[in-house]
């Protein structure tokens, strides 16, 4: 009812342009494919680390409140890392390549890539409260000492090398195409 449909001619070709009156239409291409990426980082980054973390040599779950287990690790994933041979750094730059290299313009998947560090910092910061109580510890982790910047850092470097590399890639592939 809201529809309207018209035909268009360009340069020889007639296409079809539906017009909403009144109606919020949103073209989920370019944002869904954003917001699965983002949500497949935010589960799998965190997921990876626990499933790999909080497993014991023998297979059985490892409780959060065990004391084997350090409540810094969501706060500092990168002291993970080698436990979890490199999985989170993988997925993190895989997102952040797709992101940038899907996109016409760099800049944009650039800008995608880094908003996936906050992400994932705000997720370690709810994850800690979730299973520890809440408290002010994870601030005092990440902002106040010098292993809540490197980790920060670290991110950053992994986030902007597969932007980068993603850039690249289409970079090269276009040249090579044309």
């Not at 070709?13 to 949103?26: A, P, V």
């Amino acid at each position: 009812m809201g529809k309207k449909t018209e035909n268009v001619v360009e340069s020889g070709n007639i296409s079809t342009k539906e017009f909403n009156k009144g109606h919020i239409s949103i073209n989920w291409g370019r944002q869904g494919g954003v917001i699965l990426l983002y949500i497949v980082v935010l589960i799998g980054f965190y997921g990876i680390i626990a499933n790999i973390i909080m497993v014991d040599a023998y297979g059985n779950w490892i409780s959060y409140l065990d004391p084997r287990i350090d409540r810094r690790f969501l706060i500092w994933p990168y002291t993970t890392f080698l436990q979890t041979y490199f999985l989170p750094i993988l997925l993190l730059f895989l997102i952040s390549f797709i992101l940038t290299y899907k996109e016409d313009i760099p800049l944009y998947g650039i800008k995608a890539s880094l908003w996936l560090i906050p992400a994932i910092i705000i997720e370690g910061f709810l994850f800690y409260w979730i299973m520890f109580g809440l408290s002010l510890e994870p601030f005092v982790l990440q902002f106040g000492r010098g292993e809540g910047y490197l980790n920060i850092l670290i991110l950053f470097l992994i986030s902007m090398t597969g932007s980068f590399s993603g850039m690249k890639v289409k970079q090269l592939l276009s040249r090579r195409k044309n």
